[in-house]
């Protein structure tokens, strides 16, 4: 079956921008996953949702990070007024319930320049 | 929260030899799983393992939960093997994956 996916794959924005990164996960999967992976690390924890609310979101690093996933399956990272340091992969993944196996998506590679 | 350590940090091998990767974790945990990223970034599910030992194909993975540590066998080594493995143990009573540094492989013809 098809697997989680991301969109854009690629995005690339000016500093100060707003950029708005799409997760589509597994079908019937409740649990949806957002972390990010800076160059040479191993992907670090954003925020978890747990149907369509943010059970923890003690990962995201300040408040222009924010996420949504208003029905339960699509997920939206927003991130407002970028920064270079902001520049990373984004990957998004989803598990059956909480607790069970996680599987990622190809993830998002955003440029701040 | 958590601490993961892996090591190797950086591992090359002569295509056909066989190797062990290890993970220390540095508190108890309700599971674990291990990836492998492969050079294009995709990180692919290998084991979900939080206790015992598992098998596939030239892979297996054994968690000793009780001594904090995970390893993850790999025999008869491929090109296609080479990449960064990465262990992820979930912290008990929370719910996201926690990364080590991973294991950089390279697997030479």
């Known amino acids: 079956g098809a697997g989680v996916s991301q969109t854009p794959s690629n995005k690339v924005t000016e500093k100060g921008k707003y950029v708005e990164l799409r997760c589509d996960p597994i079908?019937?999967?409740?649990?949806l996953y957002w972390y990010r992976q800076s160059l040479g690390q191993g992907p670090e924890f954003l925020i978890y949702?747990?149907?369509?609310?943010?059970?923890?979101d003690s990962g995201l690093p300040n408040d222009r990070f924010f996420a949504v996933r208003p029905e339960g399956s699509v997920s939206t990272l927003k991130i407002q007024r970028t920064e270079r340091g902001d520049s990373a992969v984004y990957l998004c993944?989803?598990?059956?319930?909480?607790?069970?196996?996680?599987?990622f998506g190809p993830g998002t590679r955003l440029t701040v320049t | 929260g958590i601490q993961v350590e892996q090591s190797p940090p950086d591992l090359i091998l002569q295509e056909g030899a066989n190797s062990t990767l290890r993970c220390n974790f540095s508190?108890?945990?309700?599971?674990l799983q291990w990836f492998h990223q492969n050079p294009w970034g995709q990180l692919i599910n290998l084991f979900y393992?939080?206790?015992g030992t598992k098998q596939n194909g030239r892979l297996s993975a054994t968690t000793v939960a009780t001594e904090r540590y995970s390893l993850l066998y790999i025999s008869s080594s491929q090109t296609t093997d080479s990449g960064v493995y990465f262990c992820?143990?979930?912290?008990?009573?929370?719910?996201?994956?926690?990364f080590g540094k991973g294991t950089r492989l390279s697997v030479i013809a």
């Open positions: 992820a143990p979930v912290d008990s009573g929370n719910t996201p994956l926690v």
């Open positions: 993944a989803s598990s059956l319930n909480r607790g069970y196996e996680q599987y």
């Open positions: 949702f747990q149907g369509t609310g943010a059970a923890d």
């Open positions: 393992i939080p206790s």
């Open positions: 508190d108890s945990v309700n599971n």
């Open positions: 079908s019937g999967h409740t649990a």
